[in-house]
């Protein structure tokens, strides 16, 4: 009897102790809401979040749904439009100085087409076979699959792409760096201070500038493939396989240039300032020019 008595105390302890902690002022339970729609599969999902984590994948059912975790708040998830176009908002209802990020989870077809715009959110987009667009202030951007195509922005964040193959891709940054890879028939890579670093098996054109972001490629050129790479002080580097086919056309206007491919050397530029380097490699057939104004060049491979 004295056990049990002991016992029933001590729950009841328990049972005050967990009232005391739920009403203890300013404290607040994560609130959670999620929506759910038809969507043609091969339609289109609009998202408009603030801050915090948006992923979005597929699966296969002909529906939209989404959730959203207000951590340490509350709000709503707003799903509107028809079947081909689904406009999904994520709404906080209270509001202060120093909120929570929101997790929002989005799970779309995979045939549909996906547009993401966050203020300082975190992007995540993985296994869509349409078109991607991300725009967000200063979280980092990811993208995996073989979308369509991916146009992806960025102020202070990192541009992350992993394509299995894609035939266009738009990447932009402030500060933040570009890493591409993947198969891609047509990729356009700009960044003010951040670095560029990308390439592929088979890279078919491409145009990758900076002002003093540094750029790499890896990677080999598709015959008759063109790349173009244009920097103010940004350091480049090419790294191509010893059998690569291609012309090379290198220009550094007050920097070097160091060639590990090959024989040839490059040559004073113009009032005998900086560099200048033009070779054919293999049988050539794809271009590679490269421009910078006072970056160092390097051609090298394996």
């Known amino acids: 009897m004295c056990i049990r008595r002991r016992a029933r105390a001590a729950a009841g302890s328990v049972a005050v102790l967990a009232a005391v902690a739920v009403a203890v002022p300013g404290a607040r339970a994560q609130a959670s809401a999620e929506r759910g729609a038809r969507l043609a599969a091969d339609g289109m999902v609009r998202i ?3 801050d915090g984590r948006v992923r979005v994948t597929t699966w296969a059912r002909d529906s939209v749904w989404a959730r959203a975790d207000f951590q340490g708040s509350s709000g709503a998830v707003e799903l509107v439009g028809d079947s081909h176009l689904a406009k999904l908002s994520i709404q906080r209802t209270d509001t202060g100085a120093a909120m929570p990020p929101i997790d929002v989870e989005v799970r779309v077809p995979q045939r549909s087409s996906v547009w993401v715009m966050g203020r300082e959110a975190d992007v995540d987009v993985s ?8 725009s967000t202030g200063g979280g980092p951007v990811r993208v995996d699959g073989a979308p369509r195509s991916v146009h992806a922005e960025t ?29 891609v028939a047509d990729a356009e890579l700009s960044s003010v201070s951040g670095r560029l670093i990308t390439g592929g098996d088979h890279f078919h054109r491409g145009r990758l500038t900076t002002v003093t972001g540094g750029v790499r490629f890896v990677g080999a050129l598709a015959a008759g493939g063109s790349l173009e790479i244009a920097t103010h002080s940004g350091a480049v580097r090419l790294r191509v396989p010893p059998d690569v086919s291609a012309d090379f056309d290198l220009t550094s206007v007050n920097g070097t240039i160091e060639n590990q491919l090959g024989r040839a050397r490059a040559s004073p530029g113009e009032g005998g300032r900086g560099a200048r380097l033009r070779l054919t490699a293999g049988r050539g057939g794809a271009v590679v020019t490269v421009n910078t104004f006072k970056g160092r060049i390097e051609l090298w491979s394996p």
């Open 48 to 50: 408009a979040a603030g």
């Open 127 to 134: 296994g869509v076979t349409g078109a991607v667009e991300v």
């Open 155 to 183: 102020i202070d964040g990192n541009v992350e792409l992993d394509l299995a193959s894609c035939p266009r891709v738009v990447a932009k940054s402030a500060t933040g760096w570009i890493v591409m890879r993947g198969d």
